[in-house]
T-cell receptor
């Protein structure tokens, strides 16, 4: 079945460090891919998305590239801030419908 | 523009009772999806409604049901509550099929 696997956390970084959170997927067809972020006590916020192979999604310094050959959508940021501390979810949406399939989530902690 | 509104934010129920959660989507959005978030199982899809019709359903027992009204507001109901139903229930609204999902802050259900 369709699934998303992302690296386990927590990931603990110092401020201004480089961030990578790995995400791979299994899906039939051509899914759209997403990164969502969840702050404590909140719902999910869309961080970035990519709808086809080789698309790069970017927002607030975060980037991810849809790699169909490796079925991956890794999240990167060049310099993290304490305010980036949150839980990050990788997700896919199949071609028809609005159902999202989520990875387990990765806790990011950034220390000052 | 108002976001997705979920009510109530917090709920405590006793085993065996039933509960109804409400979701008001963004004005003009016709699709509503529901997700259950638990520490053990992560984010799991419950169901999706579009224009009052259930389009997709996740792998949950029949105790979980939902509906959507003509104004796109949606409710989900859980009957005969079990301790394992304790979770954060998230609602997401989308303009139509294959469009961005916007999440509410969720309803935190505790079953005692």
């Amino acid at each position: 079945g369709d699934s998303v696997t992302q690296m386990e956390g927590p990931v603990t970084l110092s401020e201004e460090a480089f961030l990578t959170i790995n995400c791979t997927y299994t899906a039939t067809g051509y899914p759209s891919l997403f990164w969502y972020v969840q702050y404590p006590g909140e719902g999910l916020q869309l961080l970035l998305k990519a709808t086809k192979a080789d698309d790069k999604g970017s927002n607030k310094g975060f980037e991810a590239t849809y790699r169909k050959e490796t079925t991956s959508f890794h999240l990167e940021k060049g310099s993290v801030q304490v305010s980036d501390s949150a839980v990050y979810f990788c997700a896919l949406r199949l071609e028809y419908g609005n159902k999202l399939v989520f990875g387990a989530g990765t806790i990011l902690r950034v220390k000052s | 523009k108002a976001g997705v509104t979920q009510t109530p934010r917090y709920l405590i129920k006793t085993r065996g009772q039933q509960v109804t959660l409400s979701c008001s989507p963004i004005s003009g959005h016709r699709s509503v999806s529901w997700y259950q978030q638990t520490p053990g199982q992560g984010l799991q899809f419950l169901f999706e409604y579009f224009s009052e019709t259930q389009r997709n359903k996740g792998n949950f027992p029949g105790r979980f049901s939902g509906r959507q009204f003509s104004n796109s507001r949606s409710e989900m109901n859980v009957s005969t509550l079990e301790l394992g139903d304790s979770a954060l229930y998230l609602c997401a609204s989308s303009y139509q099929v294959n469009t961005e999902a916007f999440f509410g802050q969720g309803t935190r259900l505790t079953v005692v």
